[in-house]
């Protein structure tokens, strides 16, 4: 989020949420969304998104807020130290995109006890952190080494005069400016705004008509699109051109469609919404990309692999040609240390010829020989030109594919590409998702991927129903560190314990999951059962197996009852 647009909403949001009681606290993904008091029903939403961290005022959909929520140890904290306090006071530091949000918590004896929430929203090093009154770090939503925050409250005339004071240190070009010149408060976005006001009226006016938008005048709450914000997400964007979010009109928007919003914060959330869907389109359409070029290769490889099998192979005809003249020759053939001497039959001019015959054969063994591995090869040389063919007509069709993808990235293109790909038996869905991007969301979908149950200690399951679904449980769905399973010595299903929280996965729920594994594996009608489970960093699939094979660098071993004691999700 841009500097000098955080300032103007953190000025629009300090006397809206003041001394209004913090509700319940949840987070969604990369957002912690804290619901405050109040006739407006509404929550503050801290976007943590490393590609667009941001902050804005939301209604409230509990429905939607409930089945997507999750809880990490940083709301665990915030729950338990700012749940059902009243908010103070907001500000932001001059120059920097750091927002302190103070609480204020009482007891029954009457005794109050502040906390800050601090807020970075520099991109990359996006983070939250829970503080007490003295500025101690308590939690960050992001592992961080900050033990203590100095939080240095802005002047709100600090960021206009370093502004203003552009050219006396030093700003003097277009080309200075471009490269990087000028405050370090001075975002690209404004950079490139002063460049291109520049171009007509000059660098001095530039800079004081833009200081006279960003400090003089009402903050214009307005979002720019090279879509209508509607259609977000249904065409492949640049996120740094496409879509940019401003309290200014912008002489860089001008080739874009403009939305002018009722305040800052309701602009924030249609912008951040817009590029999230944008940035998940983009995601699908590069996997969907992504995946097409590795099959194509796999084919061309594949390809090359035939060709080579091809020259294993002796001309079929030669070999039989060669056991029919031992045999036309059987009672005159010449058999000189391991070649038979023969009259060539074919040859007008019926000369002699040497055919090499296997140790220890006479001319009736040699024959048959060659007539058995004529045969085979007539069998290789059919079936490779078959798979050869097959192969050819798989590479063409996924190379359109792919051209179809880079010559109209959009999201009628991706559907039809998605069919076409799956109705030849490459799961794209699976593999790179559909367009949404979300993995859940679409999991619970047409392409949703195995069954879910939920384990005693609130650990989510997941179990593979055929061969496919288990190589997209294993390599697609699930992390590093969550737990997978499958029964010993019998097939079956893979099985995998998720464990987004890196935390200790529970012996019981690895029990439960292993009587399930148990269960859909050829052994379920066994008294007990053996099941391997070992994190999922331990398993690895052997160069062209078949779908479902998988090989364990490191595994433990749980004897179990096959059965199902749990709540089944889905």
């Known amino acids: 989020m841009e500097n000098f647009y955080l300032s103007a909403l953190t000025r629009e949001l300090a006397p809206a949420l003041s001394g209004r009681r913090v509700g319940a606290i949840r987070s969604v993904d990369t957002q912690v969304r804290v619901e405050v008091s109040g006739r407006d029903n509404s929550q503050l939403v801290l976007d943590l998104d490393r590609s667009f961290p941001a902050m804005f005022l939301a209604p409230i959909d509990s429905k939607r807020t409930r089945s997507q929520s999750s809880v990490s140890p940083f709301v665990a904290l915030l729950r338990k130290h700012i749940s059902d306090s009243r908010i103070g006071k907001i500000a932001k530091t001059a120059g920097d995109r750091v927002v302190r949000i103070e609480f204020e918590s009482g007891d029954l004896s009457g005794s109050t006890q502040n906390f800050n929430l601090i807020l970075e929203f520099a991109g990359r090093t996006a983070n939250a952190y829970l503080c007490d009154a003295a500025f101690t770090v308590l939690a960050s939503m992001y592992r961080t080494d900050r033990t203590t925050f100095e939080f240095e409250e802005g002047n709100p005339d600090r960021d206009e005069l370093a502004f203003r004071g552009l050219a006396a240190r030093g700003l003097s070009s277009l080309e200075h400016l471009a490269a990087g010149g000028g405050s370090s408060n001075i975002s690209p976005l404004m950079k490139r705004e002063l460049i291109a006001r520049s171009k007509?009226?000059?660098?001095?006016?530039?800079?004081?008509?833009?200081?006279?938008?960003?400090?003089?005048?009402?903050?214009?709450?307005?979002?720019?699109?090279?879509?209508?914000?509607?259609?977000?997400?249904?065409?492949?964007?640049?996120?740094?051109?496409?879509?940019?979010?401003?309290?200014?009109?912008?002489?860089?928007?001008?080739?874009?469609?403009?939305?002018?919003?009722?305040?800052?914060?309701?602009?924030?959330?249609?912008?951040?919404?817009?590029?999230?869907?944008?940035?998940?389109?983009?995601?699908?359409?590069?996997?969907?990309?992504?995946?097409?070029?590795?099959?194509?290769?796999?084919?061309?490889?594949?390809?090359?692999?035939?060709?080579?099998?091809?020259?294993?192979?002796?001309?079929?005809?030669?070999?039989?040609?060669?056991?029919?003249?031992?045999?036309?020759?059987?009672?005159?053939?010449?058999?000189?240390?391991?070649?038979?001497?023969?009259?060539?039959?074919?040859?007008?001019?019926?000369?002699?010829?040497?055919?090499?015959?296997?140790?220890?054969?006479?001319?009736?063994?040699?024959?048959?020989?060659?007539?058995?591995?004529?045969?085979?090869?007539?069998?290789?040389?059919?079936?490779?030109?078959?798979?050869?063919?097959?192969?050819?007509?798989?590479?063409?069709?996924?190379?359109?594919?792919?051209?179809?993808?880079?010559?109209?990235?959009?999201?009628?293109?991706?559907?039809?590409?998605?069919?076409?790909?799956?109705?030849?038996?490459?799961?794209?869905?699976?593999?790179?998702?559909?367009?949404?991007?979300?993995?859940?969301?679409?999991?619970?979908?047409?392409?949703?991927?195995?069954?879910?149950?939920?384990?005693?200690?609130?650990?989510?399951?997941?179990?593979?129903?055929?061969?496919?679904?288990?190589?997209?449980?294993?390599?697609?769905?699930?992390?590093?560190?969550?737990?997978?399973?499958?029964?010993?010595?019998?097939?079956?299903?893979?099985?995998?314990?998720?464990?987004?929280?890196?935390?200790?996965?529970?012996?019981?729920?690895?029990?439960?999951?292993?009587?399930i594994a148990a269960l859909n594996s050829q052994a379920k009608r066994s008294p007990k059962v053996a099941v391997h489970y070992t994190r999922r960093k331990f398993v690895s699939k052997p160069p062209k197996a078949k779908p479902g094979l998988v090989r364990l660098s490191s595994f433990k071993t749980v004897l179990v009852e096959p059965g199902c004691s749990i709540e089944k999700i889905d």
């Open 200 to 515: 007509t009226v000059g660098l001095a006016d530039a800079v004081r008509t833009l200081v006279s938008d960003l400090f003089e005048k009402s903050p214009v709450p307005v979002v720019y699109s090279r879509l209508p914000l509607e259609e977000a997400g249904t065409r492949q964007s640049d996120l740094r051109t496409d879509f940019l979010l401003s309290h200014i009109d912008l002489e860089v928007g001008q080739s874009l469609n403009r939305r002018q919003f009722e305040s800052l914060s309701e602009a924030a959330r249609a912008f951040v919404s817009a590029r999230r869907r944008a940035q998940e389109f983009n995601d699908a359409l590069e996997k969907t990309r992504r995946v097409l070029r590795r099959e194509i290769t796999r084919l061309e490889s594949a390809l090359a692999g035939i060709s080579s099998d091809q020259n294993r192979f002796e001309n079929p005809a030669l070999l039989r040609r060669k056991g029919e003249l031992l045999l036309a020759n059987i009672t005159t053939a010449r058999v000189i240390g391991q070649n038979a001497m023969v009259i060539d039959y074919y040859d007008p001019s019926q000369s002699e010829i040497a055919i090499e015959m296997p140790e220890g054969a006479d001319i009736q063994q040699a024959a048959e020989s060659y007539f058995e591995r004529y045969k085979k090869a007539n069998r290789a040389v059919v079936a490779i030109e078959t798979r050869s063919n097959e192969l050819r007509s798989q590479l063409e069709l996924f190379s359109g594919l792919l051209e179809a993808v880079d010559a109209e990235p959009c999201e009628s293109t991706l559907a039809r590409v998605v069919r076409s790909a799956e109705a030849a038996g490459l799961p794209i869905s699976l593999i790179a998702r559909a367009a949404t991007g979300n993995k859940r969301q679409v999991e619970k979908g047409r392409t949703a991927i195995g069954r879910r149950f939920r384990s005693s200690d609130g650990f989510e399951i997941i179990v593979g129903r055929n061969d496919r679904e288990n190589d997209a449980i294993t390599f697609r769905v699930s992390n590093s560190e969550d737990v997978w399973l499958h029964a010993a010595d019998y097939p079956g299903s893979h099985v995998v314990i998720r464990n987004p929280q890196r935390k200790e996965v529970p012996h019981r729920t690895v029990t439960e999951a292993a009587e």
